[in-house]
């Protein structure tokens, strides 16, 4: 793919904030795309991909076709803009209404019992968000639910970018008029990490990170643009530096000045790779409730062979950290003893109840038993701060 050779230098296995360049991000999304690469596509909109989805199950009618329109896909997403929009990807407006209306529920019923889930990349407000939107779904509509995750066009782009077995997660966003922007940005995993921490990771991770996940929304109301859709800059997925430019002023600036929008109708989809720069709009009308129901698709790789209670094992080992530091091991040591037996990063959670912590990000299993140690933590205080955390990380039900 692309993203391997777009801001690179070849000389250091790892990139870093020094390495970002506006003038070579901008030659980088200057790139232009052709709607006859794109066969099935219908036409090209400030350089996104817009496709009519009645075209695609039309064409994905064989094996043949599905492989096609597949891989065509996949090109938009990678070698492409970044950024596709699928008009017309539920076809029954009953169906998003019958989930729209549980959403308002549970909108309503989170507000009463005092919850007020914030947005990783915009100040808590007047907006609304659903964390786990899809668990909360199916237990409260389990039709609801089944009618509209049947649906075949989320399927086809899931499938085309993760292959089979991939893992759907749901928030839903309601911006309200006055609803202000969030800060553009990359997407998870690496786009919620500290430019400290992204430096650590070596830059063919970087390019890894946008194939274990795929970004999309469907929208539940009609999206003009002056209700503030999604602000995307195309081509922008292929900077290799990007998960280190994004929070930088002048990237910030680029994209400000160079973002586009797309409005879409209720039952339109849109999906991106998750290493498009993009952020929600601001809400400038007088009356559009806008709410998408964002989805964020996983690869069925992103986990270990085994099953491992690492909150078993890190209560266990507790003791020993203790021992070794005392005896005089020295803390990088004991650190990579931390790494092997503790749960590293921080996701999955539960964002109703695991707050962000000096970041986008609440504590890691690891950053828990590292501050124990660091503040001398006896084992029971370790082993009730583990259980808080794991009780932090489970759903209702």
Known sequence: MTATIHGTTGRSPRLHESDCSVDDFDAVVRATTDVADYPHADRVEQGVLVYESAVLRAATSTEAGSAEVEGELVR?????????????????????????????????????????????????????RVWNALEKLAVRDPGAFVDYYANDVLALISRAWLGPAYQ????????????????????????????????????????LSPVL?????????????ESGPTMYLPH????????????????????AEHHVQLPLAKGDAAFFNPAVFHGAGTNVSTDVQRMANLLQVSSAFGRAMESVDRARVSKAVYPALLERLAAGAGSGLVANAVAASAEGYPFPTNLDLDANVNGLTPLSQAEIVQRALAEGWTPAELDDAIDAGTDRRRTDG
């Open 76 to 128: 938009a997403l990678s070698d492409g803009p970044g950024v596709v929009a699928l008009k017309g990807a539920f076809t029954d407006p009953s169906v998003i209404d019958r989930v729209t209306a549980v959403f308002d529920e549970i909108i309503v019923d989170e507000r009463a019992a005092g919850t007020a889930p914030g947005d990783h990349f915009a100040k808590p407000g007047a907006n609304s």
């Open 168 to 207: 759907v997660t749901s928030q839903v966003n309601v911006v309200r008029p006055g609803g202000v922007a969030q800060d553009p940005h990359r997407d998870y995993h690496l786009g919620f990490l500290s430019n400290e921490v992204v430096e650590r990771y070596p830059a063919h991770v970087h390019v």
């Open 213 to 225: 996940t795929l970004q999309g929304a469907v929208a539940h109301s009609d999206m003009p643009v």
């Open 236 to 255: 922008s997925h292929q900077y290799a530096p990007g998960y280190l430019a994004w929070r930088l002023p002048e990237f910030r600036e680029y994209f």
